[in-house]
């Protein structure tokens, strides 16, 4: 491998980024097979999931027996990187970002200084504008200055401000911790995992003093259930901080099992898809378990789809078979749909066809947990108890058995006994199909390396620097007739975002009627009660004992519970939360969006020559257009609506307390209702301003750049012969490159 690079070497300064992203792929790929060439290191598990996805109830029931160990220990407040291991005394090591890392930080804070500087001034013109046309003067408010600057304020722009702001509040002198070599980690000691928890709160406490430069964790717990085992908990591959997601991808290139992890009624969505499909095939990774967690709330939402004539037992059976099969059915329809338009998907084609004959896992970690615990539960567990008997009407777990079955978490424990069994064969494997993802990502870089020289040779050869001036004057003449049509696709994708959103609008709006019941229980009780008849005329009633006599009455009181309306209120926001990001993934076709501006600009260009060096150069700039329409994330805050219920009813009410349950369930489904009708206003403006912004830029972006290729062009065309010589040099190495590739593994 050392040969690989010291060749490459050769090529020079002309394509310096190419060659940097080859040297990072040939380092990384040193890495991996490094740590696989240890036989007697630990099974590596990478669990995967989004925040509230269940993966510590996950692993506490798969490592430690239901025993809450890891949400205590492990669980960092921050979308830091986090491996559990075994030692024998328990400990911490932090990692902090690199110089080179916080410094890349330090520039995505000042652009968006500058991005908000200049949205700002924007807006100062256009109010003084308006003020002299006679409108009246607006406030002019940080709100108002970052939501006209949406469409150029990134997630990692947006991001890197908010940590290099809390690090100049905090005071903290930066230097003096970030990372300067490999072995650079801070080390704190514990006596317990309940003292390391307080120790961590510095480093990964949502206010913790170096909580905002801390990339990685390390935790060792001295517990005997950890060995043998290598935890890998990641915050997922689209954190906003770009530094933590590439080391988040990097660290899935030498783990043996992924276990991704997703709730059930969210099943299979957009960041479990940029894991699956974009990472694991091109690591290399064959063993991966798809778990869908709490499915139990699934069984809960589609009783009401199973016949009632059954017995409860047999709904409660029914129920889940049909979680599984729908599951499994949506599945296997959107992975097909996904192979179907990838490319490459021929590359890797192992990991590829496994990915479309995976099925979900269902499990229920809550439903375990108390099985486990069923002699000792504990006041919260009676209550989770309570609400898993209410799943199913007419049905209760009676018996632990019964329960651990239902959870289906021996499913998932089989399958990584017999991963753990054949650890040998699988760090094999694993070491196999690294070298084999290594060579296609290291072919698909160099071949595309290859094309860019054989289209700059192509390019001298037919051109003196008349043609090239005279070319680049034609270009620019189509792009200036086309810009309209340009301008018009983004106009395109801008009205079809805007029926997108109303349609989920009508959706949920259709929605919410179904989940505004309380389920509400009624009982007829016959009450005895002494009536009194009065005294009588004269007295007579009290002389004669008659006064007084028993009477009975039929008692009607209603009883609703607290947690069936919360369970409500979580899976109306379910229905809502996954219809929004839906609705926002399919707004947000960027590949489509590509291939449209690329068929346009093509046909506009056509017949100019060589075309070859214009697709790299178009290439480049259709990612940059698309880039500039941010994808804006979900924020939807299941607390604040079942806080609302909960602060003011806990467990069982009645009577007059039920209609105020009512009240309340309403008033958090309106609340609901209201923060989606405003996330779907704020993301819609977000999106459409992205495509405007990139429609306005588009043309004037790709005009500079094709002035400034054809400059360069130039340059090379005074010394013709010796920038052909150096470039047909180029493709020799390449080529020596890759005949020596095939017999490469180091």
């Not at 010796?722 to 490159?737: F, G, H, N, P, Q």
């Amino acid at each position: 491998m050392n040969d690989v690079q010291k060749e490459l070497v050769t090529l020079g300064v002309d394509f310096k980024p190419q060659l940097d992203e080859i040297a990072e792929v040939i380092e990384q790929h040193q890495k991996v097979l490094q740590a696989l060439e240890d036989d007697g290191r630990d099974l590596s598990i990478a669990l995967v999931g989004v925040v509230k996805s269940g993966k510590s109830s996950l692993l506490n029931a798969l490592l430690f027996d239901g025993e809450e160990v890891l949400p205590h220990a492990a669980t960092p407040m921050t979308a830091a990187l986090t491996y559990i291991r075994y030692a024998p005394k328990c400990r911490a090591e932090v990692e902090f970002f690199t110089e080179k890392e916080w410094e890349k930080m330090l520039e995505y804070a000042r652009e968006y200084e500058r991005i908000y500087a200049d949205a700002e001034a924007e807006l100062r013109k256009a109010d003084a504008d308006a003020e002299r046309r006679g409108g009246g003067r607006r406030e002019l408010t940080r709100g108002r200055v970052v939501k006209h600057s949406q469409g150029r304020l990134t997630k990692e722009y947006v991001a890197a401000k908010e940590i290099v702001d809390s690090v100049m509040k905090s005071g903290l002198d930066v230097s003096r911790y970030l990372k300067r070599n490999e072995s650079d980690r801070v080390v704190v000691p514990a006596k317990s995992p309940t003292d390391l928890v307080g120790k961590m709160r510095d480093y990964v406490g949502k206010d913790g003093k170096f909580m905002p430069i801390v990339c990685a964790t390390s935790i060792y717990l001295n517990d005997e259930r950890l060995k043998g085992y290598e935890i890998v908990d990641t915050p997922g591959i689209n954190d906003p901080v770009i530094f933590r997601g590439v080391r988040t991808s990097k660290s899935l290139g030498r783990v043996d099992v992924v276990v991704s992890v997703s709730m059930a009624s969210q099943f299979f969505e957009e960041a479990d898809r940029g894991l699956l499909c974009e990472v694991l095939p091109l690591e290399g990774i064959k063993n991966f378990l798809l778990v869908a967690s709490q499915y139990d709330r699934a069984v809960g939402e589609v009783e009401c789809e199973i016949d009632h004539e059954l017995a409860p037992f047999e709904r409660l059976v029914e129920s889940a078979l049909k979680v599984e099969e729908d599951l499994a059915l949506y599945y296997t329809s959107e992975m097909g749909k996904i192979i179907d338009r990838t490319d490459n998907a021929g590359n890797n084609s192992v990991c590829w066809d496994k990915l479309k004959e995976a099925q979900p896992i269902c499990v229920s970690a809550l439903a375990y947990s108390i099985s486990r615990h069923w002699d000792r539960l504990s006041v919260d567990e009676h209550a989770q108890l309570e609400l898993l008997n209410k799943l199913i009407p007419g049905y209760s777990f009676s018996d632990a058995e019964v329960l651990r079955q239902f959870s289906k978490m021996s499913h998932v424990q089989e399958r990584l006994e017999r991963i753990k069994s054949d650890k040998l064969g699988i760090i094999s494997e694993k070491k196999a199909n690294a070298v084999a993802g290594f060579r296609m990502k290291l072919e698909n870089l160099l071949n595309a390396l290859r094309n860019q020289v054989a289209a700059r040779i192509s390019m001298l050869e037919s051109n003196d620097v008349k043609s090239l001036k005279d070319k680049l004057k034609q270009q620019s003449s189509a792009l200036r007739a086309g810009e309209a049509t340009i301008r018009g696709i983004f106009e395109d994708f801008k009205s079809e975002a805007h029926d997108v959103f109303m349609d989920a609008l009508h959706t949920i709006r259709s929605a919410k009627s179904s989940y505004g019941k309380t389920n509400v229980r009624t009982t007829l009780e016959t009450k005895r009660y002494r009536h009194d008849n009065g005294s009588g005329f004269l007295w007579w009633r009290d002389l004669t004992g008659t006064r007084y006599e028993w009477r009975t009455r039929t008692v009607t009181t209603r009883y609703a519970n607290t947690y069936d309306a919360v369970n409500t209120i979580e899976s109306f926001l379910d229905v809502v939360r996954r219809e929004l990001e839906e609705t926002i993934r399919r707004t947000v076709n960027k590949k489509v969006l590509r291939e449209r501006l690329a068929d346009t600009l093509l046909e506009l260009l056509e017949g100019f020559a060589d075309t070859e060096p214009d697709l790299v150069l178009l290439k480049a700039q259709l990612q940059m257009a698309v880039s500039k329409v941010d994808v804006p994330d979900v924020k939807l805050e299941d607390e604040k609506y079942t806080r609302m219920i909960t602060d003011a009813f806990q467990g069982e009410v009645k009577n007059s307390s039920v209609d105020r349950l009512q009240e309340l369930q309403h008033e958090a489904l309106a609340c609901i209702m209201s923060d989606f009708l405003k996330q779907v206003s704020q993301n819609q403006h977000v999106i459409e301003q992205g495509l405007v912004k990139a429609g306005d830029e588009f043309t004037k972006q790709l005009t500079k750049e094709l002035s400034a290729g054809t400059e360069r062009d130039i340059d090379d065309l005074k010394d013709k012969e010796a920038t052909l010589k150096r470039l047909k040099s180029y493709l020799l190495v390449i080529d020596k490159v890759f005949c020596g590739l095939q017999s490469v593994v180091m």
